[in-house]
């Protein structure tokens, strides 16, 4: 089970964002509770914060978007991972993608608190990135899912544009029925160790 808010991103001076957000994961796993069965949707459009009454300005749009989804799977193959796109508005009131990031749902239980690095792609020339900025049409990813890929990736020039802040809650169950069991689990259990890939108890003595 997990439970998540997209609390936050800092983009420096940008203003207007709102969030895109997709999971990804193997054949195996299917989501039975939670965003309907859809694994991705939209976040409201927010503003950075005023200045004032004790609180300064960071630069941070705040969200506080939250995700509750429940998978089902017998392997960890293919384990989820969460693909985030920041949009804003600009002046003239076009959709711009700000930066991408992806990131892979911890495989232990537990509360966590994860920021994601966001970058977006660079124009092939200086002369494109002026026609880019006139005409509103920066370099975008056909599918925002790509960034959460592995393959391919090494033929796109990106640029670093901000950070998006992530709270999350995991919960695990029946991990043992299937042979997996946590880091934390004492020896003896005779089950897969995810941090080791390893057997742990008698079974995985002189492995």
Known sequence: MLLMQIESGNFEAANNLYCKFSFTQGNDWTVVVGNSGVTGGLSQIAQRGATGFGTADDGSVVWNFPIDVVYKATNAYGWPRIAITVYGVDALGRDVAY???SMMIPTQPGQYEREIDM?????ASFVQRLINNVLGTHPEYFDSNFVAQGSNREVTRVQATGSVKLSLHIATKDMLRFGYVPA??????????????TLDGPRGMGR
């Not at 970058?119 to 124009?123: D, E």
């Not at 934390?184 to 890939?197: A, I, K, R, V």
Request: hydrophobic share 25%; glycine share 18%.
């Open 99 to 101: 930066g991408y990031g």
């Open 119 to 123: 970058y977006a792609p660079m124009p």
């Open 184 to 197: 934390s689990t004492p020896m003896g259990s005779n089950g897969l160790n995810f941090s080791t890939n």
